[in-house]
């Protein structure tokens, strides 16, 4: 049965973990069908010179530098809205980036389909929020991990442009998931019931 991911468990500073530990998991919001995630990118601290973190806390940042578990929504190019969640302890900014779902590629994509914006900023990832993650017992075997770089951030430079942080899977290649098993449904014995109506009631006369 599908579970909630409690907000707590992305509390830990392990950020590479946090985003392979997404993939298979599913994204859910309100009103709409549960979605597998399968492609996401990590943003790790200030020191990442790609992560918006880099320059420091600022009024767009400040979700960042609070506890793990809740939602980094920003607009990029004035056009597309991107999701993350923020991951680890607070005053450690990280993200990760939810880039595509099953069927849907691209973190544009993502936001356009559920109708998510700006207003789910600094939600939690729960039910109250609106917006949470659901492990529905999926695990990615570690051949069917992609890890490359991540997308669209040359200003990073080359070293940090170049970290492998960028993971994804095809769900596709998932092992097929047999259905569970569903209990036996009794049967009458043949002859037993019209027996029993020919001997009369059971007890004493």
């Given at each position: 049965?599908?579970?909630i991911?409690?907000?707590a468990?992305?509390?830990?500073?392990?950020?590479?973990?946090?985003?392979?530990?997404?993939?298979?998991?599913?994204?859910?919001?309100?009103?709409?069908?549960?979605?597998?995630i399968?492609?996401?990118?990590?943003?790790?601290?200030?020191?990442?010179?790609?992560?918006?973190?880099?320059?420091?806390?600022?009024?767009?940042?400040?979700?960042?530098y609070?506890?793990?578990?809740?939602?980094?929504?920003?607009?990029?190019?004035?056009?597309?809205?991107?999701?993350n969640?923020?991951?680890?302890?607070?005053?450690?900014?990280?993200?990760?980036?939810?880039?595509?779902?099953?069927?849907?590629?691209?973190p544009?994509?993502v936001?356009?389909?559920?109708?998510?914006?700006?207003?789910?900023?600094?939600?939690?990832?729960?039910?109250?929020?609106?917006?949470w993650?659901e492990?529905?017992?999926i695990?990615?075997?570690?051949?069917?991990?992609?890890?490359?770089?991540?997308?669209?951030?040359a200003?990073?430079?080359?070293?940090?442009?170049?970290?492998?942080?960028?993971?994804?899977?095809d769900?596709?290649?998932?092992?097929?998931?047999?259905?569970?098993?569903?209990?036996?449904?009794?049967?009458?014995?043949?002859?037993?019931?019209?027996?029993?109506?020919?001997q009369?009631?059971?007890?004493?006369?």
């Amino acid at each position: 049965m599908p579970q909630i991911v409690p907000i707590a468990s992305w509390r830990r500073r392990a950020t590479l973990s946090h985003a392979r530990h997404l993939l298979g998991k599913y994204l859910v919001a309100e009103g709409h069908e549960p979605r597998m995630i399968t492609e996401v990118e990590a943003y790790g601290g200030e020191r990442d010179l790609a992560s918006h973190a880099r320059v420091g806390r600022t009024l767009r940042t400040d979700v960042m530098y609070g506890p793990g578990g809740v939602w980094y929504v920003y607009l990029c190019y004035g056009i597309h809205e991107m999701l993350n969640l923020v991951v680890g302890p607070p005053d450690w900014p990280a993200a990760i980036l939810i880039r595509g779902l099953e069927g849907c590629g691209g973190p544009g994509r993502v936001t356009r389909q559920l109708g998510l914006d700006r207003r789910f900023n600094g939600a939690p990832a729960t039910r109250a929020g609106a917006l949470w993650i659901e492990d529905h017992g999926i695990r990615v075997p570690r051949a069917l991990l992609r890890r490359g770089p991540r997308i669209g951030i040359a200003y990073a430079g080359p070293v940090w442009a170049a970290k492998p942080w960028r993971f994804s899977f095809d769900p596709a290649a998932l092992p097929r998931r047999l259905p569970e098993p569903q209990p036996a449904k009794s049967r009458p014995v043949p002859g037993r019931g019209a027996a029993r109506a020919r001997q009369g009631p059971a007890g004493p006369t």
